[in-house]
């Protein structure tokens, strides 16, 4: 059997030509790479240096060697990539470090440091992996072994090798026979100076179309398009079809999103990113973890990604997560404390005391990314830990969830039976007769040479150190594929750029022909995926049972009268009545005064938004409320307890024990600004005791007290009144139920002040205002709630309290209000009933909560429904006129 060495570029060519090796029954043929050919020729072990190892062996270099003017970059991220970025062009470029004459001191000074990197890095390498100048050192040793380890060699599908590669090439004729195959027809400037044979085939003339879409994910939805066109012809293979360009890093997204959606085979040569896999959302999830700190949020989505089966996470029973607080951010050491200090055996799902457990697990990940490897060993296994070792020996740990965006792992999909989405410059090797090149614009195609790193233009001539620059193999390469592809080239460029500037075209379509404008709402004739057909052909997708009712809702919205679908339903909906049956509190009353339609939303189809973490960067005004409630509750009841206390002090402590709490169960802001706004909240409550200072006849103080409530355990004796009772609206047909926040009384009952503290600032002309529209009812509810629990007999005074402002806004002729408010929800409660859920006056309002349930511009849709919504509605609109 004669051996026989075939070199060519890129994983799909190697694969591509060992296929048809396989298939020709081809014995005593080894393809492989010139690298590897080299190290084939060196002997025994010997194997080129892969980047991991390279980068292993930088990081470790550059920990010791002394780096002169360059010491500044040791640790800083990309510092790996950029040594042996600079490292390989130097290896590749055969240049002499040592033997180069530098043009200034300062040039010798960096290539010396470059120098000993390269010794340091070298020494640092496993004894069997080589560098490029090593390896043809010892491989033109060996060429007297070449006609027993190599035999004949053909070169096939590079279009270049690098300069350290030839003086092996033109020695290798000297012992057997060397052929180049001319990929595209290009012959590379050095090699008619040599022995090596050079075999030319015949140029393809492909159909070549230029084609233009608006941006370059248009471009890629375009290719998947066009590739969908040609499987679907059923005279084109998968194996067939190739997609190419040079910017490969702006489309890999797109293209791994559209390969699902397609259900297309398509296989990424290069590589895909390593966060679109499992292996490496687990290790995200703790990059996460590391440098943002152990929130319950991060906390939970790294239990879900590392699994429980094993590891640390194995050790905690099923269901350990429900311990961690809903509200509780847990996002500082000093609020995992406290909630392992309130932590007991039955909050547990199997009754035991895990807390030690679960405090092993978070305090390492408290530690940031300085213990990242300790870290990974621990909480990671299997691809997920090479991944975690790969990204900490690329970067900086500091940097590691930035060094996982950048990394790739091999796609699992068959190179043979697929597309191929792939760097052009691997094409020429593996041609294809269907061929779409994307990306072909100006700066991106070709792309222009830039200097290196470490060793810029003044130290060493840019055409030294890169004689293949990209500029030059991006313009060869081009050239290349089309003479290769044997049927169809489709040139294709955006005209835009991801931020809307305008993109023009690569001088290389400069000729060619006018190019296919392909605009983004374009019906194609073959779909990408069944979302991509319906949103094409409106009338396919106005078949839908789901595009019948959107367009029936659309119209009906357009429509100047009451139809279906802004809220009519049918007289006595079972959902309808359940909510109106429910204990109604102020808010509930308040929007089904104002908004009918949100009420049934939220209470009748309980439409929520979901729950997410709050790791705001400040309280908004409904927690500001709440913990401006709760720090005044606690300082009057401090001051109940001990009168002599003045109100400053009181406050002052009440505000730091529910500081302490809010720490440790509520979400809170950043340190800093929660402390201003605690102090805001300080303040606040002082100017709020201050303006109700309890006078005669007031004797008796409550905070916080509930009436109404179900579920609830009974209150103390000394309350006023039973916290279960429940309160019902006379005529109105409506239960309520409440929280007041603070109720002075007589000893009798015979008098009686309900105050109720604002956060915010007075609304204009507030004075003036009683129902205000429907907004204003606490004043009103709770004073008719304290009358009926304490009886006919009591006078009742309700209040507002604006600390803000220092205004304190009484309710006057609170019996005269109470029956038109009676009126008002009698109204509302009989048109809910006869299925009137049509939207109130606060739908067209900036901020109304439930803008979901209209169109996007809602002002206009008020202004053609208001009159109908008016009459249909009749006395239950009447409130909107209220002050």
């Not at 090439?169 to 195959?181: I, S, T």
């Not at 990314?369 to 830990?385: D, I, K, M, S, Y």
């Not at 939220?602 to 913990?627: H, N």
């Not at 009974?714 to 609206?729: K, Y």
Request: aromatic share 6%; glycine share 6%.
């Amino acid at each position: 059997m004669k051996r026989r060495t075939l070199v060519t570029h890129g994983s799909l060519a190697t694969r591509t030509l060992q296929l048809e090796a396989a298939r020709q029954g081809v014995n005593g043929l080894q393809i492989t790479t010139i690298g590897h050919a080299a190290a084939r020729l060196a002997g025994g072990f010997a194997a080129p240096v892969d980047n991991e190892s390279l980068r292993d062996a930088v990081a470790a270099a550059l920990r010791t060697t002394p780096l002169g003017d360059l010491d500044a970059i040791r640790g800083l991220p990309g510092s790996v990539s950029a040594v042996a970025g600079t490292l390989r062009k130097v290896w590749l470029a055969g240049l002499d470090l040592d033997a180069y004459a530098a043009p200034t001191p300062a040039a010798a000074e960096r290539t010396a440091t470059v120098g000993r990197l390269r010794t340091a890095v070298k020494a640092h390498l496993p004894p069997f992996l080589m560098t490029p100048d090593d390896l043809v050192g010892r491989a033109l040793e060996r060429l007297v072994h070449a006609p027993r380890v190599l035999g004949d060699v053909k070169v096939q599908g590079v279009l270049d090798v690098a300069p350290v590669w030839r003086a092996l090439l033109a020695r290798l004729v000297e012992h057997v026979r060397v052929e180049w195959v001319a990929a595209g027809g290009h012959v590379p400037e050095w090699l008619p100076g040599t022995a090596i044979e050079v075999i030319t085939p015949p140029l393809q003339e492909p159909k070549a179309t230029i084609v233009s879409a608006a941006t370059a994910y248009d471009e890629a939805v375009e290719a998947i398009r066009w590739a969908r066109e040609l499987l679907a012809s059923g005279s084109v293979k998968p194996e067939e079809i190739a997609l190419a360009s040079t910017a490969i890093d702006d489309y890999d997204d797109y293209l791994i999103a559209l390969r699902d959606d397609s259900a297309l085979p398509i296989h990424f040569p290069h590589g895909i990113p390593v966060l679109t896999t499992a292996a490496g959302q687990a290790a995200a999830a703790l990059a996460d973890v590391l440098a943002n700190g152990p929130t319950q949020t991060n906390l939970r989505r790294l239990a879900r990604r590392v699994g429980t089966d094993q590891g640390p996470f194995a050790t905690l029973p099923e269901g350990w997560t429900q311990v961690l607080s809903t509200t509780a951010s847990l996002d500082r050491p000093a609020a995992w404390e406290r909630f392992f200090a309130r932590l007991t055996s039955d909050q547990w799902p199997d009754g035991e005391d895990h807390g030690a457990t679960l405090r092993d697990i978070v305090t390492p990940l408290q530690g940031g990314t300085a213990n990242a490897h300790e870290v990974g060993e621990r909480f990671l296994t299997g691809l997920a830990r090479q991944v975690w070792r790969r990204a900490l020996a690329t970067g900086p740990a500091s940097m590691i969830d930035q060094t996982l965006s950048g990394m790739r792992q091999a796609d699992t999909q068959d190179p043979t039976t697929s597309i191929a989405w792939l760097p052009a410059s691997q094409l020429p090797a593996s041609p294809r007769p269907y061929v779409r090149l994307l990306g072909l614009n100006s700066g991106k195609w070709p792309r222009p040479s830039v200097e290196d790193a470490l060793l810029p233009e003044h130290v060493v001539p840019t055409k030294l150190l890169d004689p293949l620059p990209a500029t030059k193999l991006d313009r060869t390469t081009y050239f290349a594929i089309l003479n290769e592809t044997g049927r169809q080239v489709f040139l294709s460029y955006a005209r835009h750029e991801a931020e809307g500037r305008l993109a023009s075209p690569s001088p290389l379509l400069s000729g060619g022909a006018a190019a296919v404008h392909l605009v983004r709402h374009r019906v194609p004739s073959h779909a990408l995926s069944e979302s991509d057909r319906l949103l094409a052909r409106p009338a396919e997708f106005g078949s839908t049972p789901l595009a019948k009712s959107a367009v029936a809702c659309w119209r009906d919205w357009s429509r100047p009268e009451i139809t279906p679908h802004d809220g009519r339903v049918r007289e006595d909906h079972p959902l309808v009545l359940k909510a109106l049956e429910r204990v109604q509190s102020a808010s509930s009353l308040t929007t089904l005064l104002r908004q009918p339609l949100g009420f049934v939303w939220k209470y009748a189809l309980r439409v929520t938004d979901p729950y997410e973490e709050s790791e705001s960067l400040v309280l908004d005004s409904l927690a500001f409320g709440t913990l401006l409630h709760e720090i005044v509750s606690r300082a009057l009841d401090d001051l109940r307890v001990n009168p002599d206390l003045d109100t400053t002090s009181a406050v002052e402590g009440a505000a730091k024990a529910v500081g302490e709490r809010w720490l440790a169960e509520e979400p809170t802001p950043p340190l800093l600004i929660w402390q201003r706004q605690l102090e805001d909240a300080t303040q606040l409550a002082v100017q709020a005791l201050e303006l109700t200072r309890a006078q005669w006849p007031y004797s008796r103080l409550w905070t916080e007290l509930q009436f109404g409530a179900a579920d609830v355990e009974p209150g103390t004796p000394t309350e006023p009144w039973d916290r279960s009772r429940p309160v019902r609206i006379p005529r109105a047909g409506f239960t309520i139920g409440g929280r007041i926040d603070r109720l002075d009384t007589d000893d009798e009952y015979a008098k009686a002040r309900v105050i109720d503290y604002k956060t915010g600032s007075m609304p204009s002309r507030a004075h003036e205002l009683v129902l205000g529209g429907g907004t204003e009812l606490q004043r009103s509810l709770y004073a008719f709630a304290v009358r009926d629990l304490l009886g006919e007999r009591t006078e009742i005074e309700a209040a507002l309290v604006y600390p803000r402002d220092g205004a304190v806004l009484r309710l006057a002729d609170a019996d005269e209000v109470l029956e038109r408010l009676t009126d008002h929800l009698m109204a509302s409660r009989t048109a809910m009933s006869s299925g009137l859920t049509l939207p109130g006056i606060q739908t067209p309002e900036r901020y109304e909560p439930f803008k979901l349930a209209f169109p996007a511009f809602c002002g206009a849709y008020w202004e053609r429904k208001q009159r109908p919504v008016t009459t249909a509605l009749g006395p239950a609109a009447q409130v909107w006129s209220e002050r």
